[in-house]
């Protein structure tokens, strides 16, 4: 499967989207991330959505869903749309997982973590690959093992390659057999996995620009690969490299890394952070104070990949 496109192929103006979890303070990389898709979408006369992906409930604290919204506002990145939630959205995950599982294409899981990492390889990035442990157990087999765990539930993916072009990292492609095996669509408590409720949600809301970290560049095809079997549409994608603390160590919501709070204690003004941010990541020339309605008057996407492509690490200082 390939999708060939450039991002200025895809239909202007653009939607794209703030999806922040709601398990920490903003760090400076999440404030780049979201400042790189808002420029996109303004860039294009489109629109911001706001989506809350509060999918993983005990992680999720009310508290960080109210500060999210202030943080966002305290910069100056205004959105269009929402909040939208990802609790209470279990129908929509459900109908097309249903339709999945109607054609045949989902089976059970009864793997541990232990066992995945046992029998796994890992390839680029964080991921590993599902050897397909459980894909060929009969019914009498899965009955047995559902007896003492309940399972997850598996997508089987063909040994086909998804391609396509990002719009700041260039040609991609992943062989969804070989480079990531069958993913998780539910997991052994009933929730719905991030990679269905992600796809579902940006066809309902109208996304038609993804701007987020390199990080997740890998779980791409596999979410163009579930569009293609649901039948919606392609968004374009762009990655943007990850701002580092040193050499392979990601900024973390769980260590405060770079934490808002702190950051504008110490720059003293949002405009300050946003132009300090902007300027070490090459999407101004300076560093100079800066708002998002400031850095948009120079802003074009087409320099994106001229700025920042094959890099995956920004070192932050």
């Known amino acids: 499967m390939q999708d060939r496109r450039t991002p200025s192929e895809y239909a202007v103006p653009l939607k794209g989207r703030f999806a922040p979890s709601p398990t920490g303070r903003m760090h ?5 991330s979201a400042l790189v898709a808002w420029l996109t979408a303004k860039a294009s ?8 992906e509060d999918l993983d409930k005990e992680r999720s ?14 910069l100056g990145l205004y959105w269009d749309e929402g909040p939208y939630f990802q609790h209470g959205r279990d129908e929509a995950y459900a109908a097309a997982f249903e339709e999945l599982r109607r054609r045949d294409l989902i089976y059970p899981c009864f793997c541990t973590r232990a066992d995945l990492h046992a029998a796994s390889a890992p390839h680029h990035g964080e991921k590993f690959v599902y050897p397909g442990t459980c894909r060929g157990l009969d019914e009498a087999m899965r009955a047995a093992r559902a007896a003492s765990r309940t399972p997850a539930q598996r ?48 066809a309902e809301q109208g996304v038609t620009s993804v701007v987020r970290g390199v990080d997740l560049l890998c779980s791409t095809p ?12 392609h968004p374009a994608y762009a990655h943007v490299p990850l701002i580092v603390a040193e050499h ?38 300076t560093c100079e104070p800066a708002s998002p309605e400031e850095l948009l008057e120079t802003f074009h996407p087409e320099a994106l990949p001229r700025t920042l492509v094959e890099l995956e690490q920004i070192r932050w200082r």
């Not at 400076?28 to 780049?32: D, I, R, S």
């Open 28 to 32: 400076a990389g999440n404030v780049f």
């Open 45 to 52: 006369g489109g629109t911001i959505v706001l989506r809350i």
């Open 61 to 74: 604290k009310a508290c960080f869903i109210d500060d999210v919204q202030r943080d966002f506002e305290r």
């Open 155 to 202: 997508l089987a993916v063909p040994d086909e390659a998804v391609s396509f072009i990002d719009g700041i990292q260039g040609p991609y492609e992943q062989n969804l057999a070989r480079e990531c095996g069958d993913f998780l669509v539910r997991r052994s408590d009933g929730a719905f996995a991030y990679q269905l409720a992600v796809v579902v949600d940006d």
């Open 222 to 233: 596999q979410q163009m690969y579930l569009q293609s079997l649901l039948g919606l549409k």
């Open 248 to 285: 392979d160590r990601r900024l973390s919501k769980r260590d405060k890394d770079a934490a808002l709070d702190a950051l504008l204690e110490r720059f003293g003004s949002p405009r300050a952070l946003i132009g300090h941010i902007a300027g070490i990541t090459g999407l101004a020339p």
